[in-house]
């Protein structure tokens, strides 16, 4: 079956503008992350959901970062007043069983 | 933040030549995680370890873990131009966030 999608793919925004950032999960997947990934760095963690609600969100930076799961399938991470160093890919992955998280390929952001 | 790091931070190699790849990590863990990226973007997920195996094979690439040391290798064998990616470990997962570490970039050359 399809895999994790997230559009758009690369976003280009000016600072203090607002974005929102989709993930399509594997269909069934319970759970789905978010992580943020710097040049030259390891993806890091965000924010986890278990169905609809937020089961950890220790990951989000500050309040500008927002992500919501209404139906506990497409999920949206959300960023206010984006700032230069929101520049980033960010990461979803979506699993179903406990170990294995399946990443999509990334929305690439770029804030002026 | 992350949990720990990959050594080496680059590697060059022939194809054909094995490419070693180590990952320490910092707290204790009940699985160990080896991941693919290619151009930066989205990570493939190539193996999981537990804590209580030493040793785990798939295809081409070999696992080893050491608990003792916080410590963790990937070996890809007989590598090819197409192995040419940046690999990353990770601790966590089991519904729970993945720490990765800072990743390895290997280039395997024709």
């Known amino acids: 079956g399809a895999g994790v999608s997230q559009t758009p793919s690369n976003k280009v925004t000016e600072k203090g503008k607002y974005v929102e950032l989709r993930c399509d999960p594997i269909?069934?997947?319970?759970?789905l992350y978010w992580y943020r990934q710097s040049l030259g760095q390891g993806p890091e963690f965000l924010i986890y959901?278990?169905?609809?609600?937020?089961?950890?969100d220790s990951g989000l930076p500050n309040d500008r970062f927002f992500a919501v799961r209404p139906e506990g399938s497409v999920s949206t991470l959300k960023i206010q007043r984006t700032e230069r160093g929101d520049s980033a890919v960010y990461l979803c992955?979506?699993?179903?069983?406990?170990?294995?998280?399946?990443f999509g390929p990334g929305t690439r952001l770029t804030v002026l | 933040s992350q949990q720990g790091e990959e050594d080496p931070q680059a590697l060059s190699i022939q194809e054909g030549e094995n490419a070693t790849m180590n990952c320490s990590y910092k707290?204790?863990?009940?699985?160990l995680q080896w991941y693919r990226q290619n151009s930066g973007r989205g990570l493939v997920h190539l193996i999981l370890?537990?804590?209580?195996?030493r040793e785990k094979h798939s295809g081409r690439l070999r696992v080893t873990l050491d608990t003792s040391k916080k410590s963790s290798s990937l070996l890809i064998t007989a590598s090819r131009a197409a192995d040419t990616a940046s690999y990353f470990c990770?601790?966590?997962?089991?519904?729970?966030?993945?720490?990765f570490g800072t990743g390895t970039r290997l280039l395997v050359s024709p």
């Open positions: 269909s069934g997947h319970t759970a």
């Open positions: 707290t204790s863990i009940n699985n």
């Open positions: 370890i537990r804590s209580n195996e």
């Open positions: 990770a601790t966590g997962g089991g519904f729970q966030k993945l720490v």
């Open positions: 992955a979506s699993s179903l069983l406990a170990d294995t998280q399946y």
């Open positions: 959901f278990q169905g609809t609600g937020a089961a950890d």
